[in-house]
C-alpha cells in the first residue's frame, strides 16, 4: 500500500534505476549519528541503508511503488531526471520553507482527464444558483463538525454551550443566502465564535488564543493550526488528483492563480474533523509544549521537533479506519476525503445530488 515520505533533512533525491534514493552529506562529528531515532526522513526501519565511504554520503532507499507523496521539509535538490521519474508514477511532491510553511507542490501532468467532467464543472461555476448550492453544502458540513466538537467538550464540563447557540443560528441563516460572499461572511463569523471557545478547550496558559493571525501566524497556536490546515490542503489537493475533477476550479473559494482553490473548499469540511481535534489532542495529552516552537520578532512557527510530532500524529489520524455505511467495508479517514471529489463529480454530472461528508459516529 502506498504511503506519504516525510524529508526533513537537507539533501539529494534522485533515481537509480527504478527506484529512489535519498542522499544525505555524513554528519561531522560530535553530531547525533545518522541513525539515532529522531532520524530526519520517516520511513520504514526494515529499509536499507548504503553509506559510501569515499563520497562520504549515507544513501536511503525509498520504493518507488511504495510512494503517495514526498513531503520535503529541508533543502532538497532535484533534477529534471527526477521529476519525469515522479510524474509517470503520478507523484506530487510537497515543499515546506525554512520555518516549515507551506511554499508550493510539484504536480505531475493529468492522467484521468474526462472534457465532460471539466465542461460541466466550469458550467456550475459560473452559474450562480449551481454554485451556490455548493458553496453552501461545504460549510453547512463544516459547521456540523464544529458542532460535534464543541459538543463533545460540553458532555466533558467545558463551558461552550453559549458558542454552540450561536453557531446554531448562524448555520440556521445559510439556507437564507443568497450570495456567495454571504456564506463566506457567515463561515467567518462561526470560525470567530468557534475559535472563542478554544481557551476554554484548551485551558493552557502557553497556547491563549488571543484571535487568529496568519501570514505569519503570531502565537503558538495560530503556527499549530496554521501548519496543519497547510498539511490537510496538501492531501486534499493529492486525494482530488487521483479523481477527474478539477482542483483549480472551485465553488466557494473564488478561482484565483497558483492555487487550487477546490482543495480550499474540501478541506473546510475536514478541518474541524481531522485537523482541530489533531490539536485538541496533542495539546491536552502535552505531545505539544512551548518549547516546540520558535518565536521572533512578529510571527511564531514550529521547530523541527514539533512539526515531526505534528506530522507523525497527522499521518497516524488519516490512517485511522471506519465503517463507512455506503460501502459497507472500512476506509480510512485519507480515503473519505478522496470520496468527495468522486461525490462531486457525480453531482456536476446530473448522476447524484451532492451530500457533503458528515460524521455519523
Known amino acids: ?84 521519474f515522479l510524474a509517470q508514477h503520478q507523484i506530487i511532491t510537497h515543499f515546506f520553507n525554512y520555518y516549515g510553511f507551506y511554499s508550493s507542490s510539484l504536480v505531475p501532468r493529468e492522467y484521468l482527464i474526462s472534457g465532460k467532467v471539466i465542461v460541466d464543472q466550469v458550467r456550475h461555476y459560473l452559474d450562480p444558483v449551481c454554485r451556490q448550492v455548493l458553496a453552501t453544502a461545504f460549510i453547512d458540513a463544516a459547521a456540523e463538525h464544529i458542532l460535534l466538537n464543541l459538543r463533545y467538550y460540553l458532555n466533558r464540563g467545558k463551558d461552550v454551550n453559549a458558542q454552540i447557540e450561536q453557531i446554531e443560528k448562524e448555520r440556521d441563516q445559510l439556507s437564507l443566502a443568497q450570495k456567495i460572499s454571504e456564506v463566506m461572511a457567515m463561515e467567518a463569523r462561526m470560525r470567530s465564535i468557534y475559535y472563542s471557545a478554544w481557551d476554554t478547550i484548551i485551558d493552557i496558559e502557553d497556547f491563549a488564543f488571543d484571535k487568529r493571525s496568519r501570514r505569519p501566524p503570531q502565537n503558538a497556536l495560530n503556527a499549530l493550526i496554521s501548519f496543519g490546515n497547510s498539511l490537510l490542503y496538501t492531501v486534499v489537493l493529492s486525494e482530488l488528483y487521483h479523481t477527474q475533477i478539477n482542483p483549480a476550479v472551485s465553488f466557494l473559494h473564488e478561482p484565483g492563480f497558483r492555487r487550487f482553490s477546490l482543495s480550499l473548499d474540501i478541506a473546510e469540511i475536514f478541518k474541524p474533523f481531522i485537523i482541530d481535534r489533531l490539536i485538541f489532542k496533542l495539546l491536552n495529552q502535552k505531545s505539544i509544549q512551548s518549547k516546540h516552537f520558535e518565536k521572533r520578532l512578529n510571527f511564531c512557527y514550529l521547530n523541527e521537533s514539533g512539526r515531526k510530532i505534528v506530522v507523525q500524529a497527522f499521518d497516524d489520524r488519516l490512517k485511522t479506519t471506519i465503517k463507512h455505511r455506503s460501502l459497507g467495508r472500512n476506509v480510512s479517514y485519507r480515503r473519505l476525503i478522496r470520496l468527495e471529489g468522486y461525490k462531486l463529480i457525480k453531482h456536476i454530472t446530473g448522476i447524484k445530488a451532492y451530500k457533503p461528508f458528515k460524521m455519523w459516529w
Open 1 to 84: 500500500m502506498k504511503r506519504p515520505y516525510y524529508i526533513f533533512s537537507a539533501g539529494r533525491i534522485r533515481r537509480q534505476q527504478n527506484t529512489l534514493f535519498f542522499e544525505k552529506a555524513e554528519v561531522e562529528a560530535g553530531e547525533p549519528p545518522l541513525d539515532a531515532p529522531e532520524e530526519e526522513i520517516l520511513v520504514d526501519a526494515d529499509i536499507e541503508v548504503q553509506t559510501d565511504d569515499h563520497d562520504r554520503v549515507v544513501k536511503r532507499v525509498i520504493p518507488i511503488e511504495d510512494v503517495d507523496q514526498l513531503y520535503c521539509f529541508g533543502e532538497i535538490t532535484l533534477n529534471s531526471k527526477l521529476i519525469n
